[in-house]
């Protein structure tokens, strides 16, 4: 899987907010950046965020409160706060609503490479080996634990998947390979389409979650996946 993260920046000072966001682009990160903590959740069912890089003394929510929604609904996102607040319980309070890295204003760049770096190993872990395998001649799914016929529609789903950029893919995508016609009916029938070929996914034995919905976009594949001729 790629090993670039694709980081939410929530910062209220522009001039560090842009400085930022072009430090982490050049390191090849994808990165989206906003000034307070309204607009999080739309942006996060469009860009998918790998880690959130926070202020804390933000507009409005303050970024423990943002820190502590974030982790319940994205357990196993990173969370990288950067503050002022360098106190010892300060920084108790940080960890304790979900941080991963407390780092104290002002901190480098360097620095903050080298916290994204040691964060991305558990985000997004490398492996010499692809969670599953497909055949695509034989329409076989192979993985630890089984190997798993798959329709020719699954196929060419899962190699779409594996060749998108950040592994996205739009509901009408989606419903186009999957020959339907876009309409309330296609949609339904793609959730279904989603919900078994998670499980035959599941039964081959890839780690989950194996694909995320968006909401209001698609689905996200979350696994590393080889294509193979035999």
């Known amino acids: 899987m790629d090993s670039k993260l694709n980081i939410l920046i929530v910062e209220d000072n522009d001039d560090l907010r842009e400085a930022t966001a072009d430090a982490l682009q050049a390191m090849g990160h994808r990165v989206h950046a906003m000034d307070c903590a309204e607009g999080v959740d739309e942006a996060v069912s469009a860009f ?29 996102a990173g969370i990288i706060m950067i503050t002022a ?6 920084i ?10 407390y780092l104290s204003k002002p901190t480098t760049f360097e620095a903050l490479g080298a916290a994204l770096q040691a964060l991305s190993r558990r985000i997004k872990p490398s492996s010499a080996h692809a969670d599953v395998t497909i055949i695509p001649a034989t329409r076989q799914l192979k993985g630890p634990l089984a190997k798993v016929n ?29 020959g339907k016609a876009a309409d309330f009916a296609a949609k339904s029938a793609l959730e279904v389409q989603i919900v078994r070929l998670r ?7 890839s780690p989950t979650p194996t694909i995320k919905a968006i909401r209001g976009t698609g689905y996200q594949l979350c696994i590393s996946i080889e294509v193979r001729d035999h």
């Open 48 to 76: 998918a965020p790998d880690l959130y890089l926070l202020d804390l003394n933000l507009p409005g929510e303050g970024g423990i409160s943002l820190s502590r929604r974030l982790r319940a609904a994205h357990p196993d």
């Open 85 to 90: 607040r360098s106190k010892a319980n300060d």
């Open 92 to 101: 108790a309070v940080g960890y304790d609503s979900g941080a991963d890295i």
């Open 150 to 178: 798959l329709s020719s529609t699954e196929v060419r789903l899962l190699i779409a998947f594996a060749q998108a950029e950040q592994h996205i893919l739009e509901n009408w995508q989606l419903i186009e390979m999957s």
């Open 199 to 205: 499980k035959k996914l599941e039964e081959a034995g």
